[in-house]
C-alpha cells in the first residue's frame, strides 16, 4: 500500500464480500458502508449469514466505524449522476461518456462518496464502476481487491 493510504481506512465494496472471507481482524481495522450491508443483505443469504451481518452492524455502529450516507450526501451523489448522465463536462476530464441508469450507479457513488467524506479508500473488483467518478470526486482513491490482498 502507497504512503497515502496509511493514513486511510478500507472501505470495502460488496464484491469484496462476495468473492473472499474478510476475517474479524480486519473487519475490526475497516469501515463498512449502511449501503454495502444493504446490498449484501437483500441478496438471498440464510440466516445464519444475516445473522453474522446483524453482527458486524452492532459491532461496526459502536466503533463508529458503520458509515450511512447523509442527505448531503444523497444530494451530492445525485448531482452528480445527472452530470454523467447528461454527459456534462467535467471540470477535470472533458466530457463523459454517458451512462444509461442513474440507479445503476446510485450505491456506488454513495459509497464513493463515503469513502471521501471519512477518509476512506475503496477495495473493489469493480475498478471500472468506480473510475468514472474520478472526474467529479476529488480525494477518491481505489484499489483493486487483489492489489490491497497481496
Not at 493514513?7 to 463498512?32: C, G, W
Not at 445527472?82 to 442513474?102: C, D, E, H, L, P
Not at 469513502?115 to 473510475?131: G, L, P, R
Request: net charge positive.
Amino acid at each position: 500500500m502507497g504512503r497515502t493510504l496509511k493514513s486511510k481506512h478500507p472501505l470495502f465494496d460488496t464484491n469484496v464480500f462476495i468473492e473472499r472471507d474478510v476475517s474479524d481482524a480486519l473487519l475490526s481495522q475497516m469501515y463498512l458502508s449502511t449501503v454495502v450491508l444493504y446490498e449484501l443483505i437483500a441478496a438471498n443469504i440464510d440466516d445464519s449469514t444475516l445473522a453474522q451481518y446483524t453482527s458486524w452492524k452492532s459491532a461496526l455502529s459502536a466503533s463508529n466505524q458503520l458509515l450511512t450516507p447523509t442527505s448531503t450526501d444523497w444530494f451530492e451523489c445525485s448531482k452528480l449522476i445527472r452530470n454523467m448522465i447528461r454527459g456534462r463536462k467535467s471540470k477535470t476530464r472533458g466530457n463523459v461518456q454517458k451512462i444509461i441508469s442513474a440507479q445503476q450507479q446510485q450505491n456506488d457513488a454513495l459509497i464513493a462518496r463515503s469513502s471521501i467524506t471519512h477518509n476512506c479508500f475503496v477495495v473493489t473488483s469493480n475498478v471500472k464502476d468506480f473510475e468514472r467518478f474520478l472526474p467529479y470526486m476529488k480525494g477518491l482513491v481505489i484499489v483493486p481487491t487483489d492489489r490491497f490482498f497481496s
